[in-house]
């Protein structure tokens, strides 16, 4: 029997290969496990990075799943087109949970006011979408590193037939042996990249090379101040008379709705510069661009509560 | 850059949320507005100093009874390594989630305070990471400031810890003196103990030789998945989607196929971004066989002339999470190990062990919540593993109760030979 020869090959991973691996590891075990997984898209550059990993996952096939989109009514064309392009060229299907519809059909009541947003109303129409197309899985691209809560989350997350989160009754998770078993009505949510920063998913764009989103990277846009953010101006979101709509060159860190994601000012208009912007900085991007989780210390533990992602 | 995952775990006081904000800090990971948030925290609350346990204290029910219940992970890294940490409960309580974050560790921080010496609960925390086969520990003996930086107090530490730590199995051990409050030793290395030459613990946690912890010897493949896209021009193709458990794998290997027991050889390693050479742990990759053989989730692909146990009787050290039930001889549970699902049967419970003296009771006839022992089982379909000490991926298993869902319980194999 020939036993595999010692050689000076080390067969180390670097630390992007590991992570990719163990998301790997994870979108295929919910596969083989679930009857109906989908995954969250929420435009953003995780969510990017979440559909390379799956399409890597089930080569030389298709992704086997769906991929959900809970529409604000309120998001970046940019992404909406970027996200119908995608979708395109990998075969999947598009199922989009539509806020506005549920406005016009009086099911939802919009906020008004200056600082309307519609990130609370997502997640009613997120609970109601995964019930109606019988979603046991949906995977999410949330990372731990974003935000205390997520910090103590699960990689299979246990929703009740409410959508809740229970932090202080968490399933243990040991090893990569993860445990999807739940009743009719009750679903996992799925955080493949969990342990991935936001340093790594940007190494791992530049190191695999592929487009994302142009609002990304610096360009010239009308913004307005508030709460010290940099706020874009759009449909959705007038500025106050107290506020002062100017020209500025800015990136988004994050891609969320309109209304409640912030830009920064930024001279990077490369992977590269922006990498070594990020690397540099001394503020989480949720603490930057983020007004939604202003709110509190815990806001994003009680949307979690919830059933937010 | 490499990657080390290590949990931290002390007792409430010794310093652990203090020693992990000093890193991080040190280390230029904190934010901006994480460190605003806390100090507003702190100050808010009447704290006289910013209490660096509100940056990993992340629910509200820990912030409020400012204990931690949950493992938290943070992440830093340095231009050598990145780290992720999982800052694990002390609370004998909280065993389970201690052991959740200790499960994929590489290295164990134990936190001793310089005063107190070893407590019931710093020996729990060792035995524990030594059970779920952690191959290095660092000990820090903290406080050192209020010790008058005492080498006669590290040193007595030092004695007690290897003494205890002789009665089970630890590959490496690491003493350091630190003040975590005051910063010796821990990033910059400390005037204040001259007597000390080893590294600092950044210096150690981004030099600690970690590669070879894996098993590259024992070729092991669990099919995780069958990619069969059955359509276009890949109509006939059918790869099998793992991660790499064990061993390196590569094209041309001669492999047998469990439980079948065919032997065939690998065509190819693909991958989306082209053929492997090699294919090594933890590399998730999708093999092709020559022969057109039917393997499903669940069986192991593997060498010929080294392949894994395969038994129905499996006799394990089992720690047990729940409260709900405890676990009692004749009760059955749905048991997974790698890709392997299957039905447990719980014949004996042989012992169970005192997590604080190590003692084992014999008597013990069943498991409750936090409980370690050792437990004889018989499943329905035979598993394919290795001993847990020789390999932590084909010799874990969970165990889930049938009626609630829940993971009640974690193993750890020791042997799968029938016992008389
Ligand atoms: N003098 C001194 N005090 C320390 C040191 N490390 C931690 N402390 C203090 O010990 C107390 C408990 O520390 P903390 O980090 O909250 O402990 P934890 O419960 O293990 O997370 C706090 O008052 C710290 O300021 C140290 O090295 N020297």
Redesign the interface.
């Given at each position: 029997?020939s036993?595999?020869s010692p050689s000076l090959?080390?067969?180390?991973?670097?630390?992007l290969?590991?992570?990719?691996?163990?998301s790997?590891?994870i979108f295929?075990?919910v596969?083989?496990e679930f009857e109906r997984p989908g995954l969250l898209f929420s435009g953003g550059k995780d969510s990017i990075v979440m559909l390379r990993l799956a399409?890597?996952?089930?080569?030389?096939?298709?992704i086997p799943f769906p991929v959900v989109h809970v529409d604000t009514g309120h998001n970046f064309p940019e992404v909406l087109e970027f996200r119908d392009r995608r979708a395109e060229e990998l075969g999947l299907r598009l199922i989009v949970g539509s806020v506005q519809q549920a406005i016009d059909e009086g099911r939802l009541v919009d906020e008004t006011g200056p600082r309307a947003t519609r990130n609370r109303l997502q997640t009613p129409i997120l609970l109601e979408t995964i019930a109606q197309h019988k979603i046991d899985a949906a995977f999410g691209g949330a990372r731990?590193?974003e935000e205390?809560?997520?910090?103590?989350e699960r990689v299979y997350s246990f929703r009740d037939e409410f959508g809740q989160w229970d932090?202080?009754n968490?399933?243990?998770?040991?090893?990569?042996?993860y445990?999807g078993?739940?009743?009719q009505g009750e679903n996992i949510r799925v955080f493949p990249i969990?342990?991935w920063?936001e340093?790594?998913i940007w190494q791992y764009i530049q190191e695999e090379g592929f487009e994302i989103p142009s609002i990304y990277l610096a360009h010239e846009r009308p913004v307005f101040k508030r709460d010290g953010m940099l706020m874009p101006v759009s449909p959705f979101l007038t500025p106050n008379a107290d506020e002062p709509v100017f020209d500025a060159r800015v990136r988004f860190r994050t891609v969320g709705d309109m209304t409640c994601t912030a830009a920064v000012a930024s001279e990077a208009a490369t992977l590269e510069t922006v990498i070594a912007e990020i690397a540099a900085?001394?503020?989480?991007e949720r603490?930057?661009t983020r007004a939604d989780d202003r709110f509190s210390?815990?806001a994003m533990?009680d949307r979690k509560r919830e059933g937010y992602f | 850059?490499?990657?080390l995952r290590f949990c931290t775990v002390g007792s409430v006081d010794d310093g652990k949320s203090t020693l992990i904000g000093r890193m991080l800090y040190d280390a230029k990971s904190i934010?901006?507005?994480?460190w605003d948030?806390v100090e507003l925290?702190s100050s808010n609350r009447g704290d006289e100093y910013t209490d660096l346990a509100l940056l990993?204290?992340?629910?509200?029910?820990e912030?409020e009874q400012g204990i931690t219940?949950?493992?938290?992970?943070?992440?830093f890294?340095t231009p050598r390594?990145?780290f992720?940490i999982a800052d694990t409960p002390g609370h004998i309580q909280y065993t389970?989630?201690m052991?959740?974050g200790a499960?994929?560790a590489d290295l164990a921080l134990i936190l001793i305070d310089a005063r107190h010496g070893m407590v019931e609960q710093s020996r729990r925390h060792a035995f524990i990471a030594s059970l779920l086969g952690i191959p290095h520990f660092v000990v820090c003996v903290n406080k050192m400031d209020l010790v008058d930086w005492d080498e006669a107090v590290f040193e007595r530490i030092r004695a007690e810890f290897t003494a205890f730590a002789s009665r089970f199995h630890v590959a490496d051990i690491t003493f350091i003196p630190v003040s975590a409050l005051k910063g010796d030793n821990v990033v910059d290395r400390s005037t204040n103990t001259p007597w000390y030459q080893g590294a600092t613990l950044l210096h150690h946690l981004e030099e600690v030789h970690i590669?070879s912890d894996?098993n590259?010897?024992d070729?092991r493949f669990p099919v995780?998945?069958v990619?069969?896209?059955m359509?276009g021009e890949?109509h006939d193709?059918r790869?099998y989607?793992?991660?790499v458990t064990g061993?390196?794998m590569?094209p041309g290997d001669e492999v047998v196929v469990l439980p079948s027991g065919f032997t065939t050889t690998i065509e190819a390693i693909?991958?989306?971004?082209g053929p492997v050479a090699?294919a090594?742990p933890?590399?998730?990759v999708?093999i092709r066989l020559t022969d057109d053989l039917d393997v499903s989730?669940g069986e192991m692909i593997c060498?010929?002339?080294?392949r894994p146990h395969a038994s129905q009787d499996v006799d394990a050290m089992v720690c047990w999470?729940t409260d709900q039930t405890a676990l009692r001889e004749g009760a059955k549970y749905?048991i997974?190990?790698t890709?392997r699902v299957a039905r447990a049967l719980v014949r004996d419970v042989r012992y169970r062990i005192d997590v604080n003296t190590l003692h084992r009771d014999q008597q013990a006839s069943e498991l409750q919540l936090n409980e370690i022992g050792r437990i004889q089982f018989r499943t329905t379909l035979p598993l394919f593993a290795d001993e847990y000490r020789r390999n932590?991926?084909t010799g874990?298993?969970?165990l889930?109760d049938e009626q609630t869902?829940?993971?009640v319980g974690?193993g750890m194999i020791l042997s799968t030979e029938a016992s008389s």
């Open positions: 029997m036993e595999p090959q080390t067969y180390e991973l670097s630390h290969r590991q992570l990719e691996s163990e790997i590891h295929r075990e596969v083989a399409e890597k996952a089930f080569w030389p096939g298709r731990r590193d205390k809560a997520r910090a103590k932090p202080k968490q399933r243990p998770e040991l090893w990569n042996l445990n078993r739940h009743r969990s342990n920063t340093l790594d900085t001394r503020i989480t603490g930057e210390e815990a533990e | 850059m490499e990657m934010f901006q507005d994480q948030a925290a990993t204290d992340g629910l509200r029910a912030r219940i949950d493992v938290a992970y943070r992440y890294s390594r990145k992720i389970r989630n052991v959740t499960s994929t590669a894996r590259l010897i070729a995780q998945y990619i069969r896209p359509s890949h193709y790869g989607a793992g991660t061993g390196v590569r693909d991958s989306y971004d090699e090594y933890p590399m998730a999708t989730r060498r010929p002339g080294n999470m749905v997974k190990q890709s932590r991926g874990s298993f969970i889930i869902n829940s993971t974690a």
